[in-house]
């Protein structure tokens, strides 16, 4: 059974870095991309980024670039996403999915808030 | 302002058939399959729809997808309360790189 396991929630102050992670299973973790998508507070889904594990192919969405950093450890079947100094704008849940034609399998989502 | 437009509201009573549209351009639906996402309060996304019209095992036939030029729709039959919930088709754009998501329709079951 594929399943893509998140790392739990944060709180974190402006300013701070941030690093979290989702773990996939069941299947083979570097022959398919890895992505993020962000949730807002009652707003819709936006892609920030794909990897692919297998040779570390990254992509972002241009309006996402240059704000984070996402990484993955093939040895560990695990994904990553970064900040290094974050903003309270970045509170939001974020969600780890699975990508081929589609985002066919979703992590539980991880909650950041972002609060002085 | 998101790059696929639908509509944010839909309703209908049990047992009704409703549409959810989703429209784009030639940079997305116009050229690349459509998948389409149920979101239920306080959950994870789920794929519904790929390729435009495949259901993955466990999504019932009483769901479909169907594209058409530039845009796409999703049609739920026999409503039932259990399909109140957010609504999202997405699909990659050759412009931004990316795939990208439409708004969400919020679907209410009166």
């Known amino acids: ?116 | 302002q998101s790059v696929l437009t639908q509509p944010p509201s839909a309703s209908g009573t049990p047992g009704q058939r409703i549409i959810i549209s989703c429209s784009g351009s030639s940079s997305n639906i116009g050229g690349h399959s459509v998948s389409w996402y149920q979101q239920l309060p306080g959950t994870a996304p789920k794929l519904l729809i790929y390729n435009n019209n495949h259901r993955p095992s466990g999504v019932p036939d009483r769901v479909s997808g169907s594209q058409s030029g530039t845009s796409a729709s999703l049609a739920i039959s026999g409503l039932q309360s259990e399909d109140e919930a957010d609504y999202y088709c997405a699909a990659w754009d050759d412009r931004l790189k990316g795939p990208v998501f439409g708004g969400g329709t919020k679907l209410t079951v009166l």
């Open chain 1, 1 to 116: 059974e594929v399943q893509l396991v998140q790392s739990g929630a944060e709180v974190k102050k402006p300013g701070e870095s941030l690093k979290i992670s989702c773990e996939g299973s069941g299947y083979i973790f570097t022959k398919y991309w890895i992505g993020w998508v962000r949730q807002m507070p009652g707003k819709g889904l936006e892609w920030m980024g794909i990897i692919y594990p297998g040779d570390s192919d990254t992509r972002y969405s241009p309006s996402i670039q240059g704000q984070v950093t996402i990484s993955a450890d093939k040895s560990i079947s695990t994904a990553y996403l970064q900040w290094s100094s974050l903003k309270a704008s970045d509170t939001a849940m974020y969600y780890c999915v699975r990508f081929s034609t589609s985002f066919d399998y979703w992590g539980q989502g991880t909650l950041v808030t972002v609060s002085s």
